[in-house]
């Protein structure tokens, strides 16, 4: 088996006492496109900046292809960065500033301009090799930024929060172009945001972080489905938690719970006493004004709703400041047209619920 193209082993930041990144592992393999996520000061960009070679790790190694690059300088490492700023150079045209890094390298004049035409042509920006960069839309910047990245044909590239400074509709835009880009290349992306969206739709792999720590790594859909702790299922935002203690009767498959006793799924088979956390999944969960036949019922009252494109994600009182939300595709909510305050059942299978053990 090939060796992974990135390996972070036990890497560590510290800056004068305050540890930015808690000795993190993390393996990267050829062709992946990963991206680190968390809340603000949690360490995505430190991580990123000791990567590319901006920062070098208190302890730890970065090891690219076997190759530890702790001490090697940002301009030796093939590990280009793009982040936010873009930091184009103002004072060079679209062509320019493509070569720029071409012509560092000593890649004679003809190569160069060769090399940065057929990125400019790839990227759709052909037209404009001879603009200066100061005339360009936020959409045309970003591509000079990827294709000033790109004609240095790394297998590693790191962006850092590169749409953050673009228009909604171009977001979508550019993560579709990145996305394509990506997969057609077959580099290596690792990619630092804040927004979930972003992450959860453009990325293999995704890496949660907080507070210096990674909390999980693996597919949206694990991390949507499969949480590994509290901090991941309540920073993916549309998770319901409900905290309870296994009961003594029912062979473990029951916990007492301010919701009620409720049902666990047939796999759990927890000892009797031990406290846990079930994970539901706002998706998951039915709203109807009968009292359904499921064996997990909650008596609400709905709060209010929140459209979220095409689905509707409704907030419920649960009674003693006990809160609970469902979301549904618009057209069902239409259907239910729940009124303000109205009474309704919250119903779900039990095997839809994930149980995290704490
Ligand atoms: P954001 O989303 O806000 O950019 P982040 O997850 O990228 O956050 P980092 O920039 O990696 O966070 O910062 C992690 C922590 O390290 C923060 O608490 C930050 O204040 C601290 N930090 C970053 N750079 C330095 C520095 N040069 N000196 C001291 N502390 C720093």
Redesign the pocket.
Known sequence: MNSPLLVLDKVE?D??G?T??KSIDLVVESGEFIAIM????????????MIAGL?VPTAGEIRLRDKVLNHVDPWQRQTPLVWQSLALFPFLNVRQNVEFGLKMRGVDASARRAKADGWLERLGLGAFATRPVTQLSGGQRQRVALARSLVLEPELLLL??PLSALDAHLVVKMQAELIQLQKQLGITFCY?T?SQSEAFAMADRVVI?NG?TIQQVGAPREIFRKPANRFVAEFIGTNNIIAGKVRSDGGGSMIESGFGILQLPRSSDLAPGRKVELVIGADFLTLSRERPDLPNLVPVRVLGEQFVGSVVVVHLDAGDERSLRAQLPLHQFEQLAPAHGEALFAGWQPGNAYVLET
């Open positions: 930041k800056y004068g305050f930015a990144v968390g809340p603000s000061g949690c360490g995505k960009t430190t991580t990123l900046r920062e850092d929060e630092v804040h972080m210096g």
